[in-house]
């Protein structure tokens, strides 16, 4: 009997994260079938010629239709956010259903499963986000919660309303060990930070710039030191998110070399910005850039790019947190210019995420495409629970694909897909970017049209992370 496919993508110079080599791939269902030189007709084909074929990317931290405290919202729904995330290439998304203080995870989890239902265009999973470990928290809900598919969360060392101590730090990440989960923490002193706000703005220092200020490297490093010694204590593994220069990859780098099993993320704005994109002067334009950790300086970019290569990091994450810049809703919350405590953390950047790395880390010359396929893909897949689902080129793996087109184009707001009024990279120049993105199967993005899939994006369950052997 002669194979069947829905689709065959010929020609194809594959990408993963160990291996480069052409061939056709023969997709049905939705799923990779056959992977080989001269595969009978499909049903649909497309000819890569010879193009770079990558695993559809894994955004393994971004923030879509996260409820915020009114007025602020975020722009992007799962319909917008997913449609960004497929023209720029990325095919799963992993965003945060986070828990109220007073309220149940499983509450945040209804509520975010209703916001994605019906109308995510790929597959996409969720991060809790434990912000009130209670003893039903710890002994009953979130143990169940892992086990049902919530294989990872995110635990906050600042902002008032998530932040823990380091006494129930130490509580949910006994919770993570014990039921084989994946801690995510954001890693900053909120103490430091809010004695440094304080001081700012009794000096009248309130323009967005200040916000730079008002988290210096050092909240990080202390924080990430802190972070690594409570998940020793603890003995279990932790992924440090939104990692942002050298003084934390300094503390990364001590983790490992003492054989402590700490992964760590970094995000474009660790890349492509400085603390100089939120203001040489109190213009309010600096807004658009305001994010946490905050972007630092050429020296810093440099370390995170040799941690991207020399394999520091473990994930490349957009952490696309989308707030309209010129909104009631968004960076003026009620249309006014705020003081940068109240400005809206976080910059969009689900749809520029790979197209950066790709430009400037593997055209460039700084990291391989293996490296780029590893970060952007393979890596937050084991790290989630989704490989070899999802992540990589393989047979049995989900028809997640993107064709490379390679040439200089300059980054517009105009040409993206997501819901918000300004990118932080407008007016860059990419050398490559997603030609055509396939999802599960389907031809999403052609390099010029989007082709919705409403309401086919599958919520996953998922499994425990596979970065490394399990206790
Ligand atoms: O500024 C940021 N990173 N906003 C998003 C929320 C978070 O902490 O990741
Ligand atoms: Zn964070
Ligand atoms: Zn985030």
Redo the contacts with the bound molecule.
């Keep these: 009997m002669s194979a069947h496919f829905d689709l065959v993508v010929r020609n194809a110079h594959v990408a993963t994260a160990s291996d480069y080599f052409n061939c056709d791939i023969g997709i049905r269902d939705g799923v990779i079938v056959q992977l080989g030189l001269d595969l009978p007709k499909g049903e649909r084909e497309i000819d890569a010629a010879n193009r770079v074929v990558t695993p559809g990317g894994v955004d393994g931290?971004c923030h879509i239709d996260q409820p915020m405290p009114p007025p602020i919202r975020m722009a992007d729904n799962f319909d917008t956010g997913t449609r960004a995330a497929v023209c720029g290439g990325t095919t799963t998304v992993i965003s945060f259903a986070a828990q109220v203080k007073g309220s149940s995870l499983k509450s945040a989890l209804d509520d975010y499963h209703a916001r994605a239902f019906g109308h995510a265009h790929i597959d996409h999973a969720f991060h809790l986000i434990v912000s009130d470990p209670t003893t039903e928290v710890l002994t009953n809900e979130l143990p169940a919660l892992i086990k049902e598919g919530y294989t990872s969360f995110?635990v906050?060392m600042?902002?008032d309303d998530l932040k823990l101590n380091d006494s129930q730090i130490l509580d949910v990440l006994e919770v993570a060990r014990n039921n084989n989960a994946m801690a995510?923490i954001?890693a900053?002193n909120a103490d430091c930070i809010e004695w440094l706000t304080r001081r700012l703005e009794a000096a009248g220092r309130t323009a967005p710039r200040f916000h730079a200020h008002s988290r210096p490297m050092l909240v990080e490093r202390e924080a990430t030191h802190r972070a690594i010694a409570l998940s020793e204590l603890v003995d279990v593994p932790i992924l440090i998110?939104?990692v942002s220069g050298r003084e934390a990859v300094e503390q990364i780098r001590w983790a490992r070399s003492h054989g402590l099993r700490v992964f760590a993320e970094t995000c474009p704005q660790y890349l492509f910005l400085t603390a100089e994109d939120l203001g040489i002067d109190d213009s309010y334009k600096g807004a658009l850039c305001v994010c946490?950790p905050p972007p630092r300086d050429k020296a810093n970019q440099q370390v995170i790019w040799d941690g991207l290569a020399d394999g520091l990091f473990t994930v490349f994450s957009s952490?696309h947190a989308p707030f309209r810049f010129d909104a009631v809703d968004g960076k003026k919350p009620d249309g006014d210019e705020v003081p940068f405590r109240h400005i809206p953390?976080g910059i969009p950047g689900i749809e520029t995420r790979m197209s950066l790395l790709y430009s400037e880390g593997v055209l460039g010359g700084r990291i391989t495409l293996n490296r780029f396929v590893e970060l952007t893909a393979t890596n937050p897949a084991k790290a989630y629970g989704l490989h070899p689902r999802k992540g990589t080129i393989a047979v049995g793996s989900d028809a997640d694909l993107v064709i490379w087109d390679h040439g200089n184009r300059e980054i517009r707001n105009t040409d993206l897909h997501h819901a918000v009024d300004y990118t932080p990279y407008e007016g860059m120049t990419l050398r490559g970017w997603p030609a055509l993105t396939v999802v599960g199967g389907d031809i999403a993005w052609d390099g010029i049209s989007f082709y919705p899939r409403t309401g086919k994006g599958r919520y996953l369950k998922r499994l425990p992370p596979s970065l490394l052997p399990q206790p």
Excluded: L, P
Aim: charged fraction near 25%; avoid cysteine; aromatic fraction near 16%.
């Design positions: 931290h995110k906050y600042t902002y995510m954001h900053e998110v939104h946490s952490d953390n």
